[in-house]
């Protein structure tokens, strides 16, 4: 979709609204404060990403609202659980979050929770702006009218990553232990392909219900493979799949274990003998944080060791309020409109302040966060990313800072 267009809608957006504000002797929209909720995890399968997304949603509203806020009123937040797809958490939370207004919801981290309320904000014109989310199914998802993006990458970009990886590590039989969950099957079916396209001969994919008995017996159906890697796609229960994985003998002490983003946790050492993880290597979305920005996350949280999907959540905020500023309007529909303007193809900014103000003189804005280049594309996915290879020390911690980090160019294809 070309800026002209985007431009013109953003018009058609703002004349209409002010049309309704004139017959009804309402005050402009531009006026209304900009209120975004968030649906994040606090409990459940995926809470130990709740941490860092929350942190990196506090960083930017504190960033935002010191710089004089946007169309000058402070930018509110009403807070949410998103539980998890198990739940009706989630449900609940939007039910209220709509009731109370909010312009835009950041979240949800599980495609699955996404999938379960996505029709319903978009019916109720809010926009959606997730951090983590990354299943091919959202790409362009026809129910949400325009009115979903994410701040990371779908599923092909980090399988292709992660799937070279294994195999560039000389390992020829992969199994793959995927939760059952549209994120775990779409990225389980990129990482085997690229694994096979780089050289491994075979890969055995089996998936577990993270909240049954299931663990055990997939377990023992991929060591029956006999691998000579194996690779965890899940979230918090990753360390009962770990942990049956030494059970069985085939644990990251004897056979090469790799996790993926949702399962990159230092949690998933709870239990085990002490190194038992140590060279474990692991994938995630964004680029390496800067130590300044990492000081501003634990200055949010002091609890915080982990940093997953913080940069992206702080990305998904930042934008938000700079489409409501440059839209000079609060309206879910023309925050849509105005989102893939503000992040390509304009004068390069990095901060809240140095973008507003650029906005604010006139100038065309293409903003570049702590997760990286943006760029929305037409249907609401990243045109950009960069995917992080991250390794544990002996000490069964893996260090924030990647060893690797890998851009690419999302395909047109999957845009």
Do not use: W
């Not at 703002?14 to 409990?43: I, M």
């Not at 990196?56 to 010191?66: S, T």
């Not at 793959?176 to 392909?193: F, G, I, K, N």
């Amino acid at each position: 979709m070309s800026r002209r267009i985007l431009r013109g809608l953003v018009a058609c957006s703002l004349g209409a609204l002010a049309l309704v504000a004139c017959s009804s002797g309402a005050p402009p929209s531009s006026s209304r404060q900009l209120t975004l909720g968030t649906l994040l995890p606090k409990t459940g399968s995926s809470a130990s990403l709740g941490g860092p997304e929350s942190a990196g949603v506090a960083v930017a509203l504190q960033e935002i609202n010191d710089a004089g806020g946007v169309l000058d009123h402070p930018v509110d937040v009403v807070e949410g659980d998103s539980g998890d797809a198990t739940s009706n958490v989630a449900s609940q939370t939007v039910d209220r979050e709509l009731a109370a207004g909010v312009d835009g919801i950041v979240g949800a981290s599980s495609d699955a929770v996404t999938l379960e309320v996505i029709d319903k904000v978009a019916a109720a014109g809010v926009v959606m702006v997730s951090p983590a989310n990354t299943s091919g199914v959202l790409s362009g998802y026809a129910n949400a009218h325009g009115l979903f993006f994410r701040t990371c990458p779908p599923d092909s970009l980090q399988g292709r990553v992660l799937g070279k990886l294994i195999a560039t590590d000389q390992h020829q039989r992969l199994a793959v232990l995927a939760v059952r969950d549209p994120y775990a099957a779409a990225l389980s079916d990129q990482v085997v392909a690229s694994f096979k396209a780089a050289g491994g001969a075979d890969a055995t994919r089996v998936d577990y219900d993270p909240a049954g008995t299931e663990i055990s017996s997939a377990v023992a159906h991929a060591a029956a493979s006999l691998p000579d890697a194996v690779l965890v796609i899940g979230f918090d229960e990753a360390s009962k799949v770990v942990a049956e994985l030494v059970a069985r003998g085939i644990g990251p002490d004897r056979i090469s274990l790799y996790l993926a983003d949702g399962a990159l946790s230092d949690k998933v050492a709870d239990g085990l003998p002490p190194g038992t993880l140590a060279g474990t290597k692991g994938t995630r979305p964004g680029n390496a944080l800067p130590a300044d920005f990492r000081a501003r996350l634990q200055a949010a949280n002091p609890d915080l060791t982990e940093f997953g999907y913080a940069a992206q959540s702080y990305d998904a905020v930042i934008l938000l309020a700079l489409a409501a500023q440059a839209a000079g309007t609060s309206d879910g529909t023309a925050l849509a409109a105005t989102l893939p303007v503000v992040s390509r193809g304009g004068v390069k900014c990095t901060t809240f302040a140095t973008c507003r103000d650029l906005l604010k003189a006139g100038q065309d804005i293409d903003y570049d966060g702590q997760s990286g280049p943006v760029d929305f594309g037409a249907d609401g996915d990243p045109a950009k990313a960069s995917i992080g290879v991250y390794r544990f020390g002996s000490d069964d911690r893996y260090n924030p800072v990647p060893i690797d980090v890998v851009a690419l160019d999302v395909p047109p294809a999957t845009r």
